[in-house]
Structure formats: structure tokens, C-alpha cells
């Protein structure tokens, strides 16, 4: 044999071994997540979110108490670190395409911006919602980052984070099992 020929049957080996260890660790399809939402420093929030794949996008839901009655903002946070007592270790608004902060309902708006939840009197809340920009996957993917719920109300046009005040809940976002 020549070299021309050795050579090639060396590439188309080193080629072979290297897709034939690719398919054995497959990423695995996320279709549900979950938080669990805790109190930052001074407030009592506390609570159980969930994220499940739709084909409307992901469906939130789940409960949170300890709130003060009325409007809270609700976002998701750039960073799944919930270790800052005031919160502030999530970083901020998860923004991939460096949008303006508004409201879930606007054309353009951070993917991290899912509006405000409504405290009953008694400080508890029902989440049931489909945000069509969330995903499990790719850059719009919520997994490893942390959802803040805030003190206040989001105004939905101060920037960078629509003033809702202090984070007084946070929780990390991970993959659950069914």
C-alpha cells in the first residue's frame, strides 16, 4: 500500500471512533421542571413552581404563599443562585436577546419577563399560565436559572427591571423527573 491509501484509512478511523462514542450520551428531552420557591431575607414566600412543555410553550403553574395581598412581579432570573440573602446572587432579568424589559404580552421584551401575580388576602397565590418564549432547550432555555418573585408590582417599563421592589422569593429551576 501507498502512503495516499494508509493515510486515508488512518483518517476514516480516527473519524469512525470519533462519532461512534457521539450517539451514546444523547441529551434527554426536558418536559417538565420545577422550583422550589424560598423566602429571601425578611419575608415569609414560600412555594412549589412548575414548568411543563406544551405545544403553546411552557405552562406554569403552582402555588406560593406567604405574600402580601395584591401585585407581585414575576420573572425569570438570569443565574439559578438563590444564595444572596436578599436575592441578589440570581442576577438580573434573563435577557438573551438584550431586549427592553415590558410586559409577557409585548412583542419584544425580555424572555425573563413573565409580568405580575396576584396575592389573594391572604397572601396566596395560584400560578396557571403558557409563556410562549420560555423553553427547556437552546438560548431561550430556563433550566439552571432561578425564578424571583418580587415585593411589588412590575410597571412594566423601568428599566432594566420594571422597579417591582425587593426579591422577597426565589428558586432554582431544575429538570424534574416526570
Not at 469512525?16 to 457521539?22: E, F, N, R, T
Not at 403552582?62 to 440570581?90: K, M, N, V, W
Request: aromatic share 4%.
Amino acid at each position: 500500500m501507498n502512503i495516499r491509501w494508509i493515510s486515508i484509512l488512518v483518517m476514516v478511523a480516527v473519524v469512525g471512533c470519533g462519532k461512534a462514542g457521539s450517539g451514546d450520551q444523547a441529551t434527554p428531552t426536558v418536559a417538565k421542571a420545577i422550583a422550589v420557591v424560598m423566602a429571601t431575607a425578611g419575608s415569609s414566600v414560600s412555594g412549589e413552581i412548575t414548568f411543563q412543555a406544551t405545544d403553546q410553550g411552557i405552562r406554569v403553574t403552582g402555588r406560593l404563599e406567604g405574600l402580601t395581598p395584591g401585585e407581585h412581579g414575576f420573572h425569570i432570573h438570569q443565574y439559578g443562585d438563590c444564595s444572596a440573602p436578599d436575592g441578589s446572587s440570581a442576577g438580573g432579568h434573563f435577557n438573551p436577546a438584550n431586549s427592553a424589559h415590558a410586559s409577557p404580552t409585548s412583542a419584544e421584551r425580555h424572555v425573563g419577563d413573565l409580568g405580575n401575580i396576584t396575592a389573594d388576602e391572604h397572601g396566596i397565590v395560584e400560578l396557571d399560565m403558557v409563556d410562549s418564549q420560555l423553553a427547556f432547550s437552546g438560548p431561550n432555555s430556563i433550566i439552571g436559572r432561578a425564578v424571583v418573585v418580587h415585593g411589588g408590582p412590575d410597571d412594566f417599563t423601568s428599566q432594566p427591571s420594571g422597579a417591582a421592589g425587593p426579591r422577597v422569593g426565589c428558586g432554582v429551576i431544575g429538570i424534574a423527573s416526570n
